[in-house]
């Protein structure tokens, strides 16, 4: 009988991984993965690779586009226009999933800040155009870049000087640049005045689809009033709706956490968190920041709000606790997660509250109302049926499943990994299914050093990047 039943776990296995696919992506030597890009609408994984020098421009960049299906699209190099000054770069797509944007910022040093962008496009055939967008500094803060099928968008805001009031007053733009020539068009946004200055996030951006770009402000005051306030906007910054959403929970108060925003498509500044003035940081490969020491909590982190365009959705999502919240006060304990799912015209289809159990409350990052920024929030609707609210708390990553249609909690499963580098949402995994990828993910080494997982999720489809970085080897699997 054991024979036959390790005959069966064998041939389940053999089957399994009869399904996956692999293949090295060639580095050469002294060569990394720099950063990778998720493309939206299914639309693959865009993987940057070169070196990481200061101080020159023999660094061999090259963006690899990989389809969903895990075929080499292109092998694109990027050229190198001014000796690396040590800027952050941007990857940026479109959201039809047709053009990449590489986005390199040059200028002195990082201290003086950037002048200039020097933008590579390229296309969905590996066709390469370059531009330079010059005297960005005029432009003032920039809050967002992020780009539609025939825009690329650079969202910004300047303090300028009321002549009448002698006052400095917030002006904000959208530099918009055609896709197609880089002709460029300077559009002044006039945001309605927020709902209380103390009490009130700034406008932001919060996401854009074809011609549909949102823009939301978020206000906690201290008799419970929860509210959203959302703009909608065209390309040309006509304003198509704006309303408001009441997200008032029934009886408890928003707790802050570290929200992950699902517009993985555009790069932008995010003021949820202020970072104190001395600190120290652990960067693991892909340029993920782990503050040692505590970030302070602002109104943004009350929560957060996701446009599911596709599924006609809007939802609000985070953690609850008793009571008012103080902000940086560390007596602000949590005791659960609130989701609620709206219409896209802001009607309100169900709200719903859950209290974590004990196992949840004895884990301090999640318990506390002291460590704000290491509870870490996600919404996962890969499955439009069945959506994820995941919490990850140091090497621990906590999943609720529930069904979008009702918000009813189905299922729970908590992943805990080797270290706080290792530790990932991509990688989760829910023991009680079984596929090929959450068998691989499972029989993972957990003692392994300096190998790095990351998964995209394209719905029929998951690629699995496994980057050994010590002996500098990198492996893609595709997962049917």
Request: overall charge positive; hydrophobic content about 35%; some cysteine.
């Given at each position: 009988?054991?024979?036959?039943?390790?005959?069966?776990?064998?041939?389940?296995?053999?089957?399994?991984?009869?399904?996956?696919?692999?293949?090295?992506?060639?580095?050469?030597?002294?060569?990394?993965?720099?950063?990778?890009?998720?493309?939206?609408?299914?639309?693959?994984?865009?993987?940057?690779?070169?070196?990481?020098?200061?101080?020159?421009?023999?660094?061999?960049?090259?963006?690899?586009?990989?389809?969903?299906?895990?075929?080499?699209?292109?092998?694109?190099?990027?050229?190198?226009?001014?000796?690396?000054?040590?800027?952050?770069?941007?990857?940026?797509?479109?959201?039809n999933s047709k053009v990449v944007y590489h986005i390199e910022p040059k200028g002195y040093n990082t201290i003086i800040?950037?002048?200039?962008?020097?933008?590579?496009?390229?296309?969905?055939?590996?066709?390469?155009?370059?531009?330079?967008?010059?005297?960005?500094?005029?432009?003032?803060?920039?809050?967002?870049?992020?780009?539609?099928?025939?825009?690329?968008?650079?969202?910004?805001?300047?303090?300028?000087?009321?002549?009448?009031?002698?006052?400095?007053?917030?002006?904000?733009?959208?530099?918009?640049?055609?896709?197609?020539?880089?002709?460029?068009?300077?559009?002044?946004?006039?945001?309605?005045?927020?709902?209380?200055?103390?009490?009130?996030?700034?406008?932001?951006?919060?996401?854009?689809?074809?011609?549909?770009?949102?823009?939301?402000?978020?206000?906690?005051?201290?008799?419970?009033?929860?509210?959203?306030?959302?703009?909608?906007?065209?390309?040309?910054?006509?304003?198509?709706?704006?309303?408001?959403?009441?997200?008032?929970?029934?009886?408890?108060?928003?707790?802050?956490?570290?929200?992950?925003?699902?517009?993985?498509?555009?790069?932008?500044?995010?003021?949820?968190?202020?970072?104190?003035?001395?600190?120290?940081?652990?960067?693991?490969?892909?340029?993920?920041?782990?503050?040692?020491?505590?970030?302070?909590?602002?109104?943004?982190?009350?929560?957060?709000?996701?446009?599911?365009?596709?599924?006609?959705?809007?939802?609000?999502?985070?953690?609850?606790?008793?009571?008012?919240?103080?902000?940086?006060?560390?007596?602000?304990?949590?005791?659960?997660?609130?989701?609620?799912?709206?219409?896209?015209?802001?009607?309100?289809?169900?709200?719903?509250?859950?209290?974590?159990?004990?196992?949840?409350?004895?884990?301090?990052?999640?318990?506390?109302?002291?460590?704000?920024?290491?509870?870490?929030?996600?919404?996962?609707?890969?499955?439009?049926?069945?959506?994820?609210?995941?919490?990850?708390?140091?090497?621990?990553?906590?999943?609720?499943?529930?069904?979008?249609?009702?918000?009813?909690?189905?299922?729970?499963?908590?992943?805990?990994?080797?270290?706080?580098?290792?530790?990932?949402?991509?990688?989760?995994?829910?023991?009680?299914?079984?596929?090929?990828?959450?068998?691989?993910?499972?029989?993972?080494?957990?003692?392994?050093?300096?190998?790095?997982?990351?998964?995209?999720?394209?719905?029929?489809?998951?690629?699995?990047?496994?980057?050994?970085?010590?002996?500098?080897?990198?492996?893609?699997?595709?997962?049917?």
């Amino acid at each position: 009988m054991k024979q036959l039943i390790l005959i069966i776990h064998l041939l389940m296995c053999q089957h399994l991984f009869a399904q996956v696919k692999t293949e090295d992506l060639p580095l050469e030597k002294g060569n990394f993965i720099l950063n990778t890009l998720q493309i939206p609408n299914n639309g693959g994984v865009v993987i940057k690779t070169g070196k990481k020098g200061f101080n020159t421009t023999d660094l061999n960049w090259k963006l690899n586009y990989y389809s969903a299906e895990m075929k080499l699209i292109y092998s694109v190099p990027l050229e190198k226009t001014q000796i690396n000054k040590d800027f952050r770069n941007y990857l940026i797509a479109s959201t039809n999933s047709k053009v990449v944007y590489h986005i390199e910022p040059k200028g002195y040093n990082t201290i003086i800040g950037a002048n200039n962008l020097f933008i590579t496009q390229i296309n969905e055939t590996g066709v390469k155009k370059t531009f330079e967008l010059d005297n960005i500094k005029d432009l003032g803060n920039r809050k967002a870049i992020f780009a539609d099928s025939k825009y690329l968008y650079y969202f910004t805001t300047l303090k300028v000087k009321n002549e009448a009031t002698k006052k400095k007053e917030v002006s904000n733009a959208l530099v918009r640049l055609s896709a197609a020539d880089f002709s460029r068009t300077n559009i002044p946004i006039k945001f309605p005045a927020l709902r209380d200055e103390a009490k009130s996030s700034d406008w932001n951006y919060s996401g854009n689809f074809d011609n549909a770009i949102y823009f939301t402000s978020k206000t906690l005051l201290d008799d419970g009033t929860y509210m959203y306030d959302i703009i909608l906007m065209d390309n040309t910054g006509k304003v198509l709706k704006n309303f408001n959403i009441d997200a008032k929970l029934a009886t408890s108060f928003p707790r802050p956490s570290n929200n992950k925003k699902y517009f993985y498509w555009a790069d932008f500044v995010d003021e949820d968190f202020d970072s104190p003035s001395a600190q120290s940081s652990v960067y693991d490969t892909y340029g993920i920041t782990y503050y040692t020491t505590e970030a302070l909590a602002n109104i943004g982190a009350l929560g957060d709000i996701v446009f599911d365009q596709k599924n006609n959705a809007i939802y609000i999502y985070g953690l609850f606790g008793p009571g008012s919240y103080r902000a940086n006060n560390s007596n602000n304990p949590t005791k659960g997660y609130f989701i609620q799912k709206y219409d896209l015209t802001g009607k309100q289809l169900w709200k719903k509250e859950y209290e974590f159990s004990e196992k949840l409350l004895n884990d301090i990052y999640i318990k506390s109302g002291g460590f704000p920024y290491r509870r870490a929030l996600l919404l996962n609707m890969d499955n439009p049926a069945l959506f994820t609210l995941q919490i990850k708390s140091g090497k621990n990553v906590y999943s609720f499943n529930l069904e979008s249609s009702t918000g009813n909690f189905t299922a729970f499963y908590s992943n805990e990994f080797n270290s706080l580098m290792n530790t990932t949402f991509s990688t989760t995994y829910n023991p009680a299914t079984s596929s090929s990828l959450t068998t691989f993910l499972s029989t993972r080494d957990p003692k392994a050093k300096d190998t790095y997982y990351t998964v995209f999720d394209f719905g029929a489809s998951d690629i699995v990047i496994e980057d050994q970085v010590k002996l500098n080897t990198v492996k893609l699997m595709y997962f049917k």
